[in-house]
């Protein structure tokens, strides 16, 4: 599959971020694909369930193992508006995703190399291969406009 048709699976994942931020939420989506079929969806929704784990990559995972009758993610990918944070990366870990596709990387909490190297770490069992950047304009300008609205609204 060549460049432009995993583009459409980020723009999916950027269009579930951009209702995850239209409902307060830190606008961060995420797809999961395996053999071209989307098997998972995510979108934040941490803030109106109260609750730190439900972050957009954790919801797709569920999501893919409920799809495929397996805790196994096999020769999945997954495709993240922003890099996944370390919860994230340990559970993409756990379930054995292949690739990770993402646009922007997180400068705070990025475990995909930015600030640490969960998904990157040859000393774990499993290493899936990190595509970063992609479609990265559009992931970072939604993020830019949800937090430049925040503090609009604060005054």
């Given amino acids: 599959m060549d460049k432009c048709d995993k583009n459409k699976f980020m723009r999916e994942a950027l269009v579930l971020a951009s209702q995850a931020g239209e409902n307060g939420e830190i606008p961060i989506g995420a797809v999961i694909v395996k053999d071209d079929i989307i098997i998972g969806r995510g ?49 993409i870990i756990h379930a054995r995703i292949a690739e990770i596709y993402f646009g922007a990387s997180d400068e705070k909490y990025g475990a995909c190399g930015t600030v640490f190297n969960i998904c990157g770490n040859d000393q774990y069992n499993h290493v899936p291969v990190i595509h970063k950047g992609m479609l990265e304009h559009d992931s970072s300008l939604l993020l830019k406009d949800f937090f430049k609205r925040l503090r609009d609204e604060k005054n």
Avoid at 60 to 88: D, F, H, Q, W
Wanted: charged share 20%.
């Fill in 43 to 91: 979108a934040n929704c941490n803030r109106t369930r109260n609750n730190p784990t439900r972050h957009a990559e954790i919801i797709a995972i569920e999501g893919a193992c409920e799809n495929l009758n397996n805790e196994r993610l096999i020769g999945c990918s997954l495709y993240v508006t922003k890099e996944p944070c370390t919860m994230c990366a340990g559970a």
